[in-house]
C-alpha cells in the first residue's frame, strides 16, 4: 500500500508531461519539459530503489519461478536502453549462445531488472565505444542450465579500492559520480541481494580507463530446449555483416532457430559488386571460348590454300 502510495504521485506528472509533450511547444518549452521528465523519471526510480531495498531488508521479497523466453526477455530489456546508447554514440551487442535454452524457470520481472540495472550503468559510464551483453551456458545437469550472463563495456572503469565497497548501499565509485550521473548508489547492492535470492553469484572485474565487466551466473530449470519453428529448420541462409562480432551473434541466434547458417565478411554492396565482377569475367571467359570455336569451325570448313 505504501509503495503505491509513493509511486502514483510521480507516475501521474510523469503521464501529464507525456500529454504535454504531444502539443504544440516552442523550443524553450520543450527543453525544459524534457528536463521534467527526465528529473521526475529519475525520482521515480531512486524511489523504487529504496522501496525495493527496504522489501529485501525486510524479508518480505520473494522470488518467483516461471517460465522465461530469456531470448526475449534480454531483447526487451536491451531494447529500452538502446536508445540512451544510441544518442552517446555507442555501440550495444547482444550474443546469446545457441545452446541456451529456448524456455527457462525463473523470476523474469527481477532478472530484467538486473539486467537493466547492469546494463543501464555500462550505458551510463561509458562515453566512448561499446558495450556488449553475453549469455552462454556456464554448466548443465539433468534438466538445469547454469546461465552466465555478462554486460562488458569500454567506459570509465572502476579503482581497485572502491571495488571491494561497490555492493555496498549508497556507495558510488566516486565522491563526484552522484554530481556527474546522478544516483544513489543502490542499484548494484540491489542486484547482488536479488541475485543471492536466486542462489546465484555476481562478480566483478573492472580497469580504470579501460572498462568493466559484470557476470552474473545463475542455475535455472530448463523447461523447453528448442524453438518449435518447423518452418525454419533446416532452411539455409547466409549472414553477411562487417561487425563480426554482430556476424557471430546472429549466427547464434538463426542456430538457435534450427537455421543452417553461412557468414561472410563485408557489406552487401560489397559482395554483390564482386558477384557482378566474377559473373562479367566468366561472360568474358564464356564468350572468349565461343569466339575460338567458331573460328576453329571456320578454318576446318575453309582449309588455307
Known amino acids: 500500500m505504501m509503495s503505491h502510495k509513493i509511486r502514483t504521485p510521480i507516475n501521474g506528472v510523469l503521464e501529464l508531461v507525456e500529454v504535454l ?47 522465461i523466453d530469456i531470448r526475449e526477455m534480454v531483447d526487451n530489456a536491451v531494447g529500452l536502453l538502446a536508445g540512451r546508447a544510441h544518442e552517446k ?15 527457462l524457470r525463473g523470476d523474469s520481472v527481477r532478472l530484467r531488472q538486473i539486467l537493466f540495472n547492469l546494463l543501464g550503468n555500462a550505458i551510463k559510464f561509458t562515453p566512448v565505444g561499446e558495450v556488449d551483453v553475453q549469455l552462454f551456458v556456464a554448466s548443465q545437469e539433468e534438466g538445469v542450465q547454469t546461465i552466465e550472463m555478462t554486460v562488458a563495456d569500454t567506459g570509465i572503469g572502476i579503482a581497485p579500492d572502491v571495488q571491494t565497497k561497490l555492493f555496498e548501499p549508497f556507495v558510488q565509485a566516486e ?30 572485474q573492472s580497469e580504470l580507463g579501460r572498462g568493466t565487466r559484470m557476470a552474473v551466473r545463475i542455475a535455472m530449470p530448463v523447461e523447453a530446449e528448442r524453438y518449435s519453428v518447423s518452418g525454419l529448420r533446416g532452411k539455409r541462409g547466409l549472414v553477411i555483416c562487417e561487425d563480426e562480432a554482430v556476424c557471430k551473434a546472429l549466427m547464434h541466434f538463426g542456430t538457435a532457430l534450427g537455421l543452417e547458417l553461412r557468414s561472410r565478411a563485408g557489406t552487401l554492396r560489397g559482395i554483390m559488386q564482386s558477384a557482378r565482377v566474377r559473373q562479367r569475367r566468366s561472360d568474358f571467359h564464356e564468350r572468349s571460348r565461343s569466339s575460338a570455336g567458331v573460328r576453329e569451325r571456320r578454318s576446318a570448313h575453309h582449309p588455307p590454300h
Not at 520543450?30 to 525486510?58: N, R, T, V
Not at 554514440?89 to 524456455?103: C, E, F, N, Q, Y
Open 21 to 67: 509533450e504531444r502539443t504544440q511547444l516552442n523550443a524553450d518549452q520543450g527543453e525544459m519539459l524534457c528536463m521534467i521528465h527526465e528529473s521526475a523519471g529519475a525520482l521515480l526510480q531512486i524511489l523504487d530503489d529504496l522501496l525495493d531495498y527496504s522489501k529485501i531488508e525486510a524479508g518480505r521479497l520473494t522470488i518467483e519461478a516461471e517460465p
Open 89 to 103: 554514440g555507442l555501440k550495444v551487442r547482444v550474443d546469446i549462445a545457441p545452446d541456451v535454452a529456448v524456455t
Open 175 to 204: 565522491s563526484s559520480t552522484t554530481r556527474r550521473f546522478g544516483g544513489i548508489g543502490l542499484g548494484l547492492t540491489i542486484c547482488r541481494k536479488l541475485i543471492d535470492l536466486m542462489n546465484g553469484t555476481l562478480t566483478l
